[in-house]
């Protein structure tokens, strides 16, 4: 079969309208990297605040409008473009596939993320920013009211194009593994990465439906004033906000089980029981939406407190199979190692306070404290967002062609860990000692000064961090140090063809007998001499 290749257009034109599927992945991640740093300077903003009592960095109205663009930044403009952005990229290479389904549908969704992005951002230009409503909008700190002007408009705007993009992806990245998988490629023998992402792409088109329903019901109640119940509301959102979180931790646990295997020198283990616990978590996630409602009086809270609850057994098997891939292996503690470890243990902590907020009795003592931002931040930031950097550290040779530098990276991995847990944890305390969060100020004898500090002093170690990331990433380019096309010996097809892929990806495939073709290739070439 004779592969064309479309005439490639230069300059910014060919830049902005470029459809091949790592182009658009690659401007996905830097506009997740942008989107990163402004959320990243609106929290050492908020941390500055919240160091001591009083006011001195900023007013409460300022504080409110810092903690809603952080949220809604990090959430719909950071993690979803960069859990989605891996799959576009890695997809077509771990399938054997030249491209993903309709290229200019995902050129538009693309584009779409960065106008919903600029939208959200405008609103902080009004005279009424969206300056209550978090990343959640519940009403009636939505309606006009209490938030009057364009600025929530303008914030229910970008949303929805952000979420858009995220359905218009995850349906052509599916579309493109059940349709595109090179010959002998069943199923059965899709690499894992691909299976996590098959399941985020479902719990995506199933659940962010739900948060433009909710968005679009919000801005007629704003504009026609026809007495949106807030319970009404609540389901329709958190139909979507408890399913985002594994939109956002999926194609992370894919990419950490590739670092494991390949890092483990030994095929994944328990293979089709992480396909089973991938499935069965993310039709059981869409079951438990209304745990986030205990507190309300409206739902059951014995049935939402057991099925959240459950959700601990498809997790186990997930850590069961990346524990027993480790055991026995020739570990191998590079950079990308170490963060697929820590996002291991770190998403641990994150999973068993989980388990003290899903139940009803627990949960009202916790609601609306700081130890919920403590459990969301160690889920999505200290798991996550680590669970990516394990995969950046992976992947980039094979994106770039170059490699990072692992004297950088592993100073980059103390720092981001030291910082996390220093930001992170006292969060629980104070959480637990009755801090209630979406708060500027607080008592000088409350007893929560202790604990702010040292969470202050941790977020600027992260940011130290992710300076020394950059300067890894500076360095790479400047040396640009060559990398071969399997420096790791991966086990999946992206390491068979060169680095980075040509525009076709693929000259030839190797024959394709389980999920790791490329090690089938190096066990019968030892089995041989």
């Not at 691909?194 to 504009?223: E, I, N, Q, Y």
């Not at 907020?357 to 930031?381: K, Q, R």
């Not at 860990?417 to 969060?437: A, H, K, S």
Request: glycine residues 10%.
């Amino acid at each position: 079969m004779t592969t064309v290749t479309a005439p490639t257009v230069g300059g910014l034109v060919g830049w902005a309208a470029a459809t091949d599927h790592k182009r658009l992945a690659a401007r996905a991640g830097v506009l997740s990297g942008i989107f990163f740093t402004a959320g990243g300077v609106v929290a050492l903003i908020m941390r500055s605040e919240l160091a001591q009592p009083g006011l001195q960095v900023v007013s409460r109205q300022n504080y409110n409008e810092l903690f809603s663009l952080h949220g809604s930044t990090m959430l719909y403009l950071v993690m979803t473009p960069a859990a989605l952005g891996l799959g576009m990229y890695l997809i077509p290479l771990q399938i054997g596939a030249a491209d993903l389904l309709a290229p200019r549908l995902n050129l538009f969704a693309v584009w779409l993320i960065f106008g919903g992005g600029l939208l959200s951002y405008m609103g902080l230009l009004t005279a009424h920013g969206p300056a209550d409503v978090g990343w959640t909008a519940f009403p009636p700190l939505s309606d006009r009211t209490f938030s009057p002007g364009p600025g929530v408009d303008f914030w229910i705007a970008g949303t929805a194009l952000a979420a858009l993009a995220a359905i218009i992806l995850s349906a052509t990245m599916l579309g493109t593994v059940l349709l595109r998988r090179a010959p002998g490629m069943t199923m059965l023998r899709l690499p894992v990465f691909c299976w996590a992402m098959v399941a985020t792409c479902l719990l995506t088109l199933f659940s962010f439906p739900a948060l433009l329903a909710a968005l679009g019901v919000l801005f007629a109640d704003r504009h026609l004033g026809f007495g949106l119940d807030p319970v009404t509301y609540l389901h329709l959102f958190w139909f979507f906000g408890h399913p985002v979180v594994y939109v956002l931790f999926f194609p992370f646990v894919g990419a950490v089980a590739e670092v494991v295997a390949v890092c483990s020198r030994r095929r994944f283990a328990g293979y089709v029981p992480l396909v089973i616990s991938l499935l069965g978590f993310s039709a059981l996630s869409m079951a438990v939406w209304a745990h986030h409602m205990f507190t309300t009086g409206q739902v059951d809270n014995r049935y939402f407190g057991v099925t959240s609850t459950a959700l601990l057994i498809f997790a186990g098997i997930e850590y069961l199979d990346l524990v027993a891939t480790m055991w026995g292996g020739a570990l191998i503690f590079r950079t990308s190692m170490l963060f697929a470890v820590a996002f291991m243990v770190q998403f641990l902590v994150g999973g068993l306070t989980g388990i003290i907020v899903a139940s009803p009795v627990l949960d009202y003592h916790f609601n609306d404290s700081y130890f919920v931002i403590a459990h969301f931040h160690y889920t999505l930031f200290a798991g996550s967002l680590f669970g990516l950097f394990a995969g950046i550290y992976h992947w980039y040779p094979k994106w770039t062609g170059h490699r990072l530098g692992e004297g950088l990276g592993k100073l980059h991995f103390w720092l981001l860990l030291i910082g996390t847990n220093l930001t992170f944890f006292p969060m629980f305390v104070l959480g637990y000692d009755g801090m209630t969060r979406r708060i500027a100020d607080y008592p000088a004898d409350a007893g929560f000064t202790r604990m702010n500090e040292l969470a202050t002093l941790g977020s600027v170690v992260i940011a130290v961090g992710m300076l020394v990331f950059v300067a890894n990433l500076i360095r790479s380019w400047s040396r640009a140090e060559p990398a071969e096309s399997d420096p790791w010996e991966g086990h999946t097809l992206e390491w068979w063809t060169s680095s980075p892929p040509p525009r076709h990806n693929f000259d030839s495939l190797p024959e394709i007998r389980s999920y790791a073709p490329l090690l089938d290739l190096r066990e019968d070439a030892e089995g041989s001499r």
